[in-house]
């Protein structure tokens, strides 16, 4: 089933912060975040692979409640290049993905 | 490395014609999937693969059929396309930890 993400768009101005919010409705064995720029392919942000566990990826952090099935993605000082739509994805088990519908990030200089 | 290929970039089909797009990847790696990805929908799982000779349908597959003769190709084929099957293709494989690396993309257009 489909992770639903929230919002659905942001519009930030540089240097603020943002929170992308996913959840699932069935047991997650790990949460990946992707970001996409327009025209472009997904690319890969990070793997959340342990309940509760925090990780970073310059000033893009994410953490992982396995309890409540959820992932927050925490963009800090937000920057110009960090426009684009972010996707998680939820493995549900057998190495499968199953994407959100996306949260399109807009960064204003 | 080239990473993940595919081709075409840009497709132009009528009603009921068929096609192959082809993907390639360079890294080695056991599973290889393809996507579709419609405005508002995120991406899709069409079909997948977990090595080479093996394939199993993910939550899209209908319409759609794929074949995995090498471990760096995957092979998605449309026998006799419909309007509905206009979207962007993406192919990706991934490595054990399932982190994905993904292809540029095929514009399909089905008129």
């Known amino acids: 089933q489909q992770p639903v993400q929230s919002p659905q768009a942001v519009i930030l101005r540089e240097g603020e912060d943002a929170v992308i919010n996913c959840s699932s409705s069935k047991a997650l064995y790990s949460v990946h975040w992707y970001r996409q720029k327009h025209g472009e392919a997904p690319v890969f942000l990070m793997i959340l692979l342990k309940g509760g566990e925090q990780k970073g990826h310059e000033k893009i952090s994410a953490s992982f409640n396995e309890k409540k099935q959820q992932s927050s993605l925490y963009l800090t000082a937000s920057q110009l290049s960090y426009s684009g739509t972010y996707f998680c994805?939820?493995?549900?088990?057998?190495?499968?993905?199953?994407f959100g519908q996306g949260t399109r990030l807009t960064i204003n200089p | 490395n080239a990473g993940v290929t595919q081709t075409p970039k840009f497709r132009v089909l009528k009603t009921g014609q068929s096609m192959t797009l082809l993907c390639a990847q360079d890294m080695n790696h056991e599973y290889m999937y393809w996507y579709r990805q419609d405005p508002g929908m995120g991406l899709r799982l069409i079909h997948y693969s977990v090595g080479e000779g093996t394939t199993a349908k993910g939550e899209v597959p209908d319409g759609y059929n794929v074949s995995r003769l090498k471990k760096q190709n995957f092979l998605l084929g449309l026998e006799s396309a419909a309007p509905s099957q206009t979207s962007v293709y993406f192919c990706?494989?991934?490595?054990?930890?399932?982190?994905?690396?993904f292809g540029p993309g095929t514009r399909l257009t089905v008129l």
């Open positions: 994805g939820t493995d549900q088990g057998a190495q499968k993905l199953v």
């Open positions: 990706a494989s991934s490595n054990p930890l399932n982190e994905q690396f």
